[in-house]
């Protein structure tokens, strides 16, 4: 079946500093690949995505690439900033069918000012 | 602001008893679907509403059930609660059930069963 899997937590850096999050996918055909990112007591939001091979997917200064040699679509920032602390899901669609997104655990990033 | 809206925000149920989620999709969708996401995991599909049909359902037992309205909008069912249902219920839009369609989502309900 489809599942993923991400970085475990919870992630604490320092301002300014690199992150990255792991995520890697195990999916029938290819899947479509999201991060999605929880605030405190608040829902999901879209924060980028990649619907094929080597796309890129950034926003706010966040960028994942989407690997299909590797089945990996891991999650990188060169400067985090005090107001990225959340916690951030990493999932998949299939291209066909019900809107179903598959999951990860998530994992939770603290940032120190 | 994703336009998706839900209610309540907050309530408390006891075991045994019976819950209705409402949602309100952004507006142009037609496809409304519910997760269920315990406290420190990630969001679990329960089912999909594509144009007022189920059309896809996650490992959910029977007693959750839901519908989808003419104008899109849709409820979420559980009945016969039980104390592991307690959990923040999201509900999610797209237009269409593309898999690189932009799915959003709103603020969720917070269910605590006790």
């Known amino acids: ?113 | 602001e994703t336009g998706v809206t839900q209610s309540p925000t907050h309530l408390i149920k006891t075991r045994g008893q019976q819950v209705t989620l409402r949602c309100s999709s952004q507006s142009g969708h037609n496809t409304v679907s519910w997760y269920q996401q315990a406290l420190g995991q990630g969001p679990q599909f329960i089912f999909q509403y594509y144009r007022e049909e189920e059309n896809g359902r996650g490992n959910f037992p029977p007693r959750f059930s839901g519908l989808q309205f003419p104008n899109y909008s849709s409820e979420l069912n559980v009945n016969a609660l039980e104390l592991d249902d307690s959990a923040l219920y999201l509900c999610a839009s797209s237009d269409g059930t593309s898999g690189g369609n932009t799915i959003y989502f709103g603020e969720g309900s917070w269910l605590t069963v006790v």
Request: neutral net charge.
């Open chain 1, 1 to 113: 079946g489809n599942s993923v899997t991400q970085m475990e937590g919870p992630v604490t850096l320092s301002e300014e500093a690199f992150l990255t999050i792991n995520c890697t996918y195990t999916a029938t055909g290819y899947p479509s690949l999201f991060w999605y990112v929880q605030y405190p007591g608040e829902g999901l939001q879209l924060l980028l995505k990649a619907t094929k091979a080597d796309d890129k997917g950034s926003n706010k200064g966040f960028e994942a690439t989407y690997r299909k040699e590797t089945t990996s679509f891991h999650l990188e920032k060169g400067s985090v900033q005090v107001s990225d602390s959340a916690v951030y899901f990493c999932a998949l669609r299939r291209i066909q069918g019900a809107q179903k997104l598959v999951f990860g655990q998530g994992t939770r990033l603290t940032i120190n000012p």
